[in-house]
């Protein structure tokens, strides 16, 4: 039976969460298969309103086993925050699954992280300060901690003091700051070990025969591909692989298991930190895509920018990740404006782009190429059916679908899950 990939398209905070939660009551495991507590995706059930970072958002549907794979970076301590909030509100966490080859975010790494931004200056990345990058680059480098490194104290310590060898150095030499202590690092990653140790297993395993068995395999991406450190807007990406090829790798389930990607995409665009973006508003639109959509970040409360829907970045996603089906969100954000602008190309030194530019000088440069859209003035947030949606509405849908490459299956009209248009199931 199917696993499937639910893949950010854009910037990321396209509603991911949202869309594992619809169809968390119809599959067996939701896995997260990348990147780390530096996501933060919202889901709305009643008047219920979750905010997960590490946990994959499949962890609220009762019958789904919610799986933590190898490709994610796990901060234990928050781990078991998240789990304890959730277990005090009654949700069931007594399923999660862990990777054994998961690694692990040591203090060190934090440090780190917002050391080198502050070091960056006018160069930073933006980061969420969470200790992500700098995990990935020991797990890249050999030095990194993994989860099956926590029941084994005498391994723990020699790999932390392998890796120590080499941060202490950069701490101390390059950021000015204190190289830590070997014993309290140790002594902090061994804090948690005996409750994480039953959760533990070899997840690759435990998904491929569930696939056997003709289970359904949800794989939820966190981040985006416009943030991927293969396909993203480098070096402004996060460090972890957000596209569909990262959900094989980072879970352990082959290509040719996975059936469907569905991509999520934002009626119009939004990125958190620093870095390149065509679209961006500054001006009265921009204030109001970001006072109408709420956008501020779930992990670190920043005010995201905010700027008219891409459609070459939507056929990139759809062309990187083999998207099958796209899920439309936020579409009611734009009601109640004129005509809404969409960039259908980049122009960059007097040269259109219909695809994105493979030289991130050119892509710094791209200027977007509008085109314009009646916009609608009617509540659409009761909307159920497509035929619901004003015409106007209607025709920016089947507008962007034609742009985007993939056929969109779904359109969400408000945080909540009923507020939401199926016009092609997605299981
Ligand atoms: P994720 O990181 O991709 O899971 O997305 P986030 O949760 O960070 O951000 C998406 C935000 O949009 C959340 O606050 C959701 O509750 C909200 N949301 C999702 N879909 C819709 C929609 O169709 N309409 C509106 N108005 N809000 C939505
Ligand atoms: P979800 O899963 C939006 C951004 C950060 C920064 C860059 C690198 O909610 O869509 P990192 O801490 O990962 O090294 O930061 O990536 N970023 C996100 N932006 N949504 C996210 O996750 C993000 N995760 C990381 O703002 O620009
Ligand atoms: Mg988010």
Redesign the pocket.
Known sequence: MPAIAII?AQ???EG?GKATDLLGSRVDYVVKFN?GN????TVVIGDEKYALHLLPSGILSANCTPVIGNGVVIDVDVLFEELDALEARGVDVGKLKVSASAHVIASYNRSVDKVAERFLGSRR??????G??PTYADKMNRIGIRVQDLFDEKILRAKVEGALELKSQILTKIYNRRAPDVDAVVEELLAHAERLRPMVCDTGLLLNQALDRDETVLLEG???TL?DVDHGTYP????SSATSGGACTGSGIPPRRLDRVIGIVKAYTTR????PFPTELFDDFGAHLSKVGAEF???TGRARRCGWFDAVIARYAARVNGVTDFVLTKLDVLTGLEQVPVCVAYEVDGVRHDEMPVNQTDFHHAKPVYEYFPGWWEDISEARTFEDLPKNAQDYVLAVEKMSGARISVVGVGPSRAATIVRHDLL
């Open positions: 950010g910037w990321g905070d991911k990147g530096n996501a933060g995706h990345i933006g980061t969420t300060g969470r992500i990058g966190g981040q985006a943030l402004f990406v996060t460090s958190v930190g620093e870095g970040g779930v992990t």
